[in-house]
């Protein structure tokens, strides 16, 4: 079925470091959404991309989505305490908007002080 | 403004016994999802409404889940004959559908534990 891999699970990195979350679709997708959970809350939307090669950035963090439509990746350069959290990918797949996301397992970042 | 709401936010029930979950979604959003998430795990989508349309039930893992949205506003994700691998978060997420924009937002969610 379609599925949606995130790599990698964790990532523990020092106050500073970049951090980089990689998304792979297993099919092509129309677009690709990224949320963050913080620990105990809910996951909140980040961004959308819909065009191939589109890359957006929102301050420290840039997004990605692939030529093929089938990856995407999260950067955040020079990471903060304040980043620390689960950051999910999730895609729509097919080639028109149903609404319906699959996402990724996330990636849980760690940032030490 | 208001943003989705959940209740409970906590339910604790014995194996065997039947929950029913709400979702109040944001004021004007057409399309309204469940997802439920295990310890620690990522999302997994459950059921998808959008306005008048037959809902997207291909998610629900067994015949023991069900949803219904009235007046195409709020929700009720109800498990019958609960088991102990029920137990997650239980989240809903309401999406406006506004042109491209598909945004979620999610709720708080609900903490089920069947003991």
């Known amino acids: 079925g379609q599925q949606v891999m995130q790599i990698p699970q964790y990532q523990h990195v020092q106050e500073g470091e970049d951090f980089t979350t990689y998304c792979n679709s297993s099919?092509?997708?129309?677009?690709i959404q990224w949320y963050k959970q913080r620990p105990g809350g809910h996951p909140v939307f980040l961004i959308q991309?819909?065009?191939?090669?589109e890359v957006k950035k929102q301050k420290r963090l840039t997004f990605q989505f692939g030529e093929a439509k089938k990856n995407s990746s999260l950067h955040i350069t020079a990471t903060q305490t304040t980043d620390v959290g689960t950051y999910f990918c999730a895609g729509n797949h097919g080639s028109s908007n149903t609404g319906k996301l699959i996402f990724g397992q996330g990636t849980t970042l760690q940032v030490k002080p | 403004g208001a943003g989705v709401s959940q209740s409970p936010s906590n339910k604790v029930t014995e194996k065997g016994k039947d929950v029913e979950l709400r979702c109040d979604p944001i004021?004007?959003?057409?399309?309204l999802y469940w997802y439920r998430q295990s310890l620690g795990q990522g999302l997994e989508f459950l059921i998808y409404?959008?306005?008048?349309?037959?809902?997207?039930k291909s998610g629900l893992p067994s015949d023991r889940f069900s949803a219904e949205r009235t007046g195409g506003s709020v929700s009720t994700l109800t498990i019958q004959r609960t088991q102990q691998e029920d137990s997650a978060v239980y989240l809903c997420a309401s999406s406006p559908r506004a042109a491209d924009s598909w945004e979620q937002y999610f709720g708080p969610g609900t903490r089920l534990t069947v003991t």
């Open positions: 991309l819909v065009k191939s090669g």
């Open positions: 004021s004007g959003h057409t399309a």
């Open positions: 099919t092509t997708l129309s677009n």
């Open positions: 409404f959008q306005g008048n349309s037959a809902p997207d």
